[in-house]
């Protein structure tokens, strides 16, 4: 009888210097599988540094772009050859062209199983408005997994077929405590771009401040919004609201558990990272419904959900939690439950496993 090697999986996507959902989830990921007997796990990052001198090229608008693209290209080669599986991490439109769609060729030009990781909440318009997207992904994904039911039924819609395994958290890393009677601070921890519309949460933050004139808002994260966010809250006469900048994973911990509410007011969004780490911390959540949302917060249930854009209706759930204690730890104490339940590395770890597996058994 002879003992089956582990399976070799190379995890392709993001680096924490690109600091975001995918980044923080391709690293957790990493770490619980390497725990695996049966598999053999490796990283390569979409975004590579490149040696010495030649770093300054990624300094350089569209410099950068090129550069960091042929640098991840002639990794790719080395890094498919020496692994069975290229589990290729995936956001939309661009994004997806230059980072995972080359690793999904390379690896099945080699004779790898590939799979594409989608994880935007841009789906429905990037394969409506990119065929050859939808195109490319039956070609040379070998299966396509999602964090949630809601990307299973938008790629259903365009003949793909997807298996949903949730996005977790590492739960006994974070911060818990109850919050019997809620304070008026309040934690935003999306970054600075139009889809996450943070002006929203900063329009609710004012109005709740109304009520409540000693609230308090942390915004963490950046991005090109920064500036016009940072122009609106003056423009409110909104007070105590904190502009942090990009804060590495390691830290987060620190912020929800300062914070008594979290607020989240994307336009578009599929499983965000943020709401059930939230969730693990014992925050009560105040979202909008964007995408995939209500598949992971139910409205009463485990949290709080308004309308896209509505900052009125965010700042009334927002003073419903601070007005009712009772109600607000019911939502805590159910969004910690589910957490503990669907969103940590056990429940995960499994369907991972035997996805990979499944594909080395059809090889």
Request: hydrophobic fraction near 45%; charged fraction near 20%.
């Amino acid at each position: 009888m002879t003992t089956r090697r582990p399976l070799r999986v190379c995890l392709v996507g993001p680096s924490l210097d690109i600091l975001g959902g995918q980044a923080v989830q391709a690293q957790r990921l990493l770490a619980g599988l390497s725990e695996s007997e049966h598999l053999e796990v490796s990283f390569l990052p979409v975004n590579p540094r490149l040696p010495g001198p030649l770093r300054a090229l990624q300094q350089i608008k569209y410099v950068r772009t090129v550069a960091t693209s042929i640098a991840y290209i002639a990794s790719l080669v080395s890094a498919v050859r020496r692994n069975d599986v290229i589990h290729a991490f995936s956001a939309s439109y661009w994004s997806y062209l230059l980072a995972p769609l080359p690793a999904m060729i390379i690896g099945r030009l080699m004779g790898r199983a590939t799979v594409l990781n989608y994880r935007s909440g841009e789906a429905s318009d990037h394969l409506g408005h990119w065929p050859r997207s939808v195109a490319t992904m039956r070609r040379f994904a070998t299966a396509i997994a999602v964090p949630s039911g809601y990307l299973v039924k938008v790629f259903g819609e365009f003949g793909l077929a997807a298996t949903s395994i949730a996005n977790f958290v590492p739960i006994e890393r974070l911060p818990y405590r109850r919050r019997d009677r809620l304070q008026p601070v309040f934690l935003s921890n999306r970054n600075l771009e139009s889809l996450y519309n943070v002006q929203c949460t900063i329009r609710a933050f004012a109005r709740v401040q109304r009520e409540f004139p000693d609230a308090r808002l942390t915004i963490a994260g950046d991005g090109a919004e920064r500036a016009t966010l940072m122009a609106l809250v003056d423009q409110l006469g909104a007070r105590n609201v904190s502009f942090i900048g990009r804060v590495g994973p390691d830290r987060m911990g620190e912020l929800y558990d300062v914070a008594d509410i979290y607020l989240n007011s994307p336009n578009i969004d599929n499983m965000p990272g943020s709401i059930i780490e939230a969730f693990a911390c014992g925050i009560p959540v105040v979202s909008t419904n964007a995408g995939g949302i209500p598949f992971v917060v139910e409205n009463g249930i485990n949290g709080l959900l308004v309308p896209c854009n509505d900052d009125e209706a965010m700042a009334a759930a927002s003073l419903r939690l601070l007005r009712d204690p009772v109600f607000a730890q019911s939502l805590a104490d159910a969004g910690r439950a589910r957490c503990e339940e669907s969103y940590v590395w056990p429940a995960v770890r499994r369907q991972w496993e035997a996805l990979y597996l499944s594909l080395a058994d059809a090889a």
